[in-house]
């Protein structure tokens, strides 16, 4: 017999994201369900009552910030641009027993944001005025600015997320 394996704390973190934006979409007149496990694109698959407006969800859940606000993300990210795929980025770090706050962002942002960000960086020295290695982690960050100092562009320093906050009127109707 196969054991499973251990349920961890992100695992947790990122089944309540998915099924926080689940009921949000939800009240909000949509229809919803999450996709199939194993679907390397998306968490959630849209609709409106009428089936006309389709797009899907890519749910990224945090519990605590870490040391540069950030999201988790991965060199594929750089590459989706789907104009029917919106990131959700769901932040419980006030708590779990208050409201989180969620950032609705288009796909193509996204990429455009850790694909620019991620090659400044590469582009920087780092410590002893060695190069950065590469690898496929990136990270989707609310400020560049502490990241790429005076490298970071005007569109990704504090505030750039702003207009994507709790953007739940900017889905497709």
């Not at 251990?6 to 309540?16: D, E, K």
């Not at 990429?111 to 582009?123: F, G, I």
Request: charged share 25%; with cysteine.
């Amino acid at each position: 017999m196969t054991s499973l394996p251990p349920i961890t704390t992100h695992t947790l973190v990122a089944a309540a994201g998915e099924h926080y934006v689940l009921a949000r979409l939800s009240l909000d007149g949509y229809i919803a369900a999450l996709a199939p496990r194993g679907v390397p694109t998306f968490d959630i698959v849209v609709t409106d009552i009428n089936g006309a407006h389709l797009f899907a969800v890519q749910v990224k859940a945090r519990l605590k910030k870490g040391g540069d606000n950030g999201w988790p993300m991965n060199v594929k990210h750089e590459r989706i641009d789907s104009k029917n795929l919106f990131y959700f980025f769901v932040d419980f770090s006030v708590g779990v027993k208050v409201v989180p706050t969620t950032f609705i962002v288009p796909a193509a942002i996204v990429a455009k944001a850790v694909r620019v960000c991620h090659e400044l960086w590469l582009k920087r020295l780092g410590k002893g005025g060695r190069a950065h290695v590469d690898s496929d982690m990136r990270k989707l960050r609310p400020d560049y600015s502490d990241y790429l100092r005076d490298d970071c562009p005007a569109e990704y320093q504090s505030g750039w997320l702003d207009p994507y906050k709790e953007a739940w009127d900017s889905l497709p109707r």
